[in-house]
C-alpha cells in the first residue's frame, strides 16, 4: 500500500460523501426550519432511486438527466405530506411525530416490496467503466459526476436560503414563528415548502446514488440512519455541517473498507459520532442551545 493508494482512497472518499452531504441537506433543512425529524428520510430516497430507474430502463434517461424531474417529483410529495399531514402533527409530542413519521416509512417500504420485490436492481452506464487520471488519483467518472452534481444542488440550495425573497421567509420562521406569523407570513405554507425542499433534496441524492450503488426497498433504513449520523456529526440544522458531516462519512467508510474490512466501515461511522457527541454534543458546526 502506497501515497497513491492512500489518495485513491481518499479522493474516492471524499466524492463518496458529498452525495452524503446531500442527502443529508434534506434532512437538515426540515429539522432547522420546523424541528420536525423525517424518519422517512431514507424511504424517500429509494422512491427516488427507483423513479431514476424506471426512467433509465423504460426511457432511457440517464440518472443525471432525470434529477430534476425526480426532484420536482418528491417537492410535491414532500409538499403534500407536509400541507395535508404532518402539519397536523406538528403541536403535539416528538413520539406521536415519530409514530407518525414511522408509519410513512413502513408504507412507502412496504409498497416498493409489493411493486419492486426484495431484489436489488443497478443500471450500468457507459461511464461506470470509465475513468479520469490526474496524476496519481484514478478516479471513476459515475463518482465525479455525481459528486460535482451534489455540489452544484447545495450550491443552488444555498443561493435560495440566501437570496430569495421565499428563502428569507423560510429562515425567518426557522428563527422566530410566532414572529413571522404576527407581520403576516403563512407559516403553514412556508413550512410546506420546506418539507418539499428537504424531500426534493433527497430525491436528487436518490439519482446520483444510484449510479454508486444498487437499490432494494430495505435500503432505506441503512440510509435513514447514516442520514442521522451525518447531521448530528455537522449539526442539526446547519447546511454547511450536513456537507461537512457527509465527507467525513465518505472518508471514514473509504479508509475503513480499504484499509480493514468493508463490512466494519458503519462501524467507524459510529466511532466517529460517538467521538463527536463527546468532545462537541452540539456538532462540528452546530449552535449550542
Known sequence: MDASFFMNVTSAGL????????MALGLSVIFGVMRVVNFAHGDMMVVAMYAAFLMFTK????????????????????????????NRFLGVTEHIQFLLLLSIAIIITNAMLMVFGPDARNIQLEASFESYSVGPLILDKVRVIAAFTAGGVAAL????FRYTTTGTAIRACADN????RVVGLNVEQLYAITFGIGTACVGAAGCLLLLLVDVHPHLSSDYTLLGFI????????????????????????????????PSLKSMFSFGLLILVLLLRPQGILGKKP
Open 157 to 160: 440550495l444555498w443561493a435560495f
Open 177 to 180: 414563528p410566532i414572529g413571522a
Open 59 to 86: 426511457l432511457g434517461v440517464e440518472p443525471v438527466m432525470a434529477l430534476p424531474v425526480v426532484a420536482g417529483g418528491l417537492f410535491v410529495l414532500g409538499y403534500l405530506l407536509q400541507r395535508f399531514l404532518i
Open 230 to 261: 451525518i447531521v448530528i456529526l455537522g449539526g442539526l440544522g446547519s447546511l454547511g455541517g450536513a456537507l461537512l458531516g457527509g465527507i467525513l462519512v465518505g472518508l471514514s467508510e473509504a479508509l475503513s473498507g480499504a484499509l480493514i474490512a
Open 15 to 22: 466524492l463518496t460523501g458529498l452525495v452524503y452531504g446531500l
